[in-house]
């Protein structure tokens, strides 16, 4: 079921230890997890040269394409996500490869909408457009991007308030788990989300596992030695999201029914999904 990877930081940063060279870069989960599975159904990074989002996808896997290595060892952003995919829903295909992008927006996701068939017409009905792939993920995605207005925000702007992205993703979580449960009564959804504009990231953790570690006014990569950040010095602060522990730096898991929100500073808050379902 797919490795996430989400990256936030105050200076433009080089990710590719992170992405290959690491004790447990995406690129080696991509050929086995912790989990002893493998990630082989395609791989994209997302990133933002500019103020909108540029994706990079294949479908090829990650451990064996040269492209991942590549893309990894040219990225360079404030914020990154990436994703290497265990097809669920829907075929090997370049449409079905997160992240998927929209103008600013980019979403990832770890995971399966229960019954999403039972679910597509209604979520269709108010998704901001028709996706281009036969994912669960990208129907989640364009649903999300539907209900934006809603909580103040713009599928063509970034967000304003990092607070309003997290009650959109809270609430999202929660209307989609409710709906797969009255739909199905197979295993329940699993709906770990990436969801960014360039300045924020927001992060959901709901039936899979998840991760973040903080560096604050560290400069050399513990992977390789050398500074991925040269402008950065001691005012540098990054927050890092993955589905597993990546290096030998000190990780926390995420609790279940949580949602981490990282402003434009690198500011994590955590928030509990389970008061807003009492």
Known sequence: ???????????????????????????????????????????????????????????????????????????????????????????????????????????????????????????LNGAYREPAGTTDSELIFQWLLGRMPGYGLNPEQPAGDVNQLAELLKQGVLDLVRASLAHSESPPARLNFLLSDGVNLVASRWGNSLYWTERHGVRDCSVCGTDHCPEGGGSYRAIVIASEPITSERWTEVEEGSVLAVDGKAKLTVSDLFPMAA
């Open 1 to 123: 079921m797919c490795r996430l990877y989400g990256f936030s930081a105050t200076h433009p940063t080089r990710l590719e230890c992170s992405l290959v060279e690491a004790q447990n870069a995406l690129q080696v989960q991509s050929d086995r997890d912790g989990r002893g599975r493998r990630n082989a159904d395609g791989w994209g990074i997302a990133r933002w040269p500019s103020h909108e989002a540029e994706v990079v996808r294949s479908t090829q896997s990650a451990f064996a394409d040269a492209g991942f290595a590549e893309t990894a060892a040219t990225t360079r952003s404030h914020i990154t996500l990436a994703h290497v995919r265990a097809a669920t829903v829907g075929d090997v295909k370049p449409d079905n490869v997160h992240p998927f992008r929209n103008g600013p927006w980019a979403f990832a996701h770890n995971g399966t909408l229960t019954d999403h068939a039972a679910l597509a017409p209604e979520m």
